[in-house]
T-cell receptor
Framework: GENVEQHPSTLSVQEGDSAVIKCTYS??????FPWYKQELGKRPQLIID?????GEKKDQRIAVTLNKTAKHFSLHITETQPEDSAVYFC????????????????FGQGTTLQVKP | DSGVTQTPKHLITATGQRVTLRCSPR?????VYWYQQSLDQGLQFLIQ???????AKGNILERFSAQQFPDLHSELNLSSLELGDSALYFC?????????????FGPGTRLTVL
C-alpha cells in the first residue's frame, strides 16, 4: 500500500520569508495529492491539491509542485504571515490494486509551521 | 463551518467501555470517511461508507465498527476501549464515491480513555 513521508516535522520562519514542506510517496499509481492545513484545535481544511497530470499549481501565495518520476511533491508558501502558523499535512490517494477512485487518503505525519512576526 | 457535524465534542470514558461517535455529512454528500488523529501521529484513515455501504477500509481495529444509515449519518462504534484509543476522531464527507476530491472535515470528537 501507499506510504507518505513528510519533512520537516517542524519549521520556523520569519514573517515574509518562504516556507517549503516536502513529501514523498511510494505508490507510483497514486494520482491525487492534497494539502490540508489544521489550526490548533480545529478541523483539517484543504488548501490546495494537485493531480498527477499536472506538474505545478498555484493559488495566490501557495503553490504545489509534483515530480512523478521522483515520487515527491512539495508545498511552497511565499510571503508567510503569522496566520499561516498551523500544522500542514500532505496526502496521497491510494486507489488500491485496481487504481480506482475509491480508496483512501494516506496522510503524512504533519509539519508544524511557526511564522514569527 | 464545513457543514459536517459531529457529536459529541468531547467524550471521557474508562477502559473496557464502549462508545458511539456520530457524524452527519454535508447536505447531499453520500460518502463519509472516518479518521483517527492521535497526539504523536497524523491522520489515520479508518473506513469509508458510500450511500450506506462500506467502500474502503484502512487499519481499523476489529474492536471498532461503523455504519451509515439511510439518512446518511454515520456512527463509529469503539468497544473494549484501551488507553491508546484516546485520540481525536474526525469524519469527513464528499458528494460522490470518489475520494479524489476535497474531503470536508467535521470538528472532531475528542475521546479520552482513562
Amino acid at each position: 500500500g501507499e506510504n507518505v513521508e513528510q519533512h520537516p516535522s517542524t519549521l520556523s520562519v520569519q514573517e515574509g520569508d518562504s516556507a517549503v514542506i516536502k513529501c514523498t510517496y511510494s505508490d507510483s499509481a497514486s494520482n491525487y495529492f492534497p494539502w490540508y492545513k489544521q489550526e490548533l484545535g480545529k478541523r483539517p481544511q484543504l488548501i490546495i491539491d494537485i493531480r498527477s497530470n499536472v506538474g505545478e499549481k498555484k493559488d495566490q501565495r501557495i503553490a504545489v509542485t509534483l515530480n512523478k518520476t521522483a515520487k515527491h511533491f512539495s508545498l511552497h508558501i511565499t510571503e508567510t504571515q503569522p496566520e499561516d502558523s498551523a500544522v500542514y499535512f500532505c496526502a496521497a490517494f491510494d486507489g488500491g490494486l485496481s487504481g480506482s477512485n475509491t480508496g483512501k487518503l494516506i496522510f503524512g505525519q504533519g509539519t508544524t509551521l511557526q511564522v514569527k512576526p | 463551518d464545513s457543514g459536517v457535524t459531529q457529536t459529541p465534542k468531547h467524550l471521557i470514558t474508562a477502559t473496557g467501555q464502549r462508545v458511539t461517535l456520530r457524524c452527519s455529512p454535508r447536505s447531499g454528500d453520500l460518502s463519509v470517511y472516518w479518521y483517527q488523529q492521535s497526539l504523536d501521529q497524523g491522520l489515520q484513515f479508518l473506513i469509508q461508507y458510500y450511500n450506506g455501504e462500506e467502500r474502503a477500509k484502512g487499519n481499523i481495529l476489529e474492536r471498532f465498527s461503523a455504519q451509515q444509515f439511510p439518512d446518511l449519518h454515520s456512527e463509529l462504534n469503539l468497544s473494549s476501549l484501551e488507553l491508546g484509543d484516546s485520540a481525536l476522531y474526525f469524519c469527513a464527507s464528499t458528494p460522490g464515491l470518489a475520494g479524489v476530491n476535497e474531503q470536508f472535515f467535521g470538528p472532531g470528537t475528542r475521546l479520552t480513555v482513562l
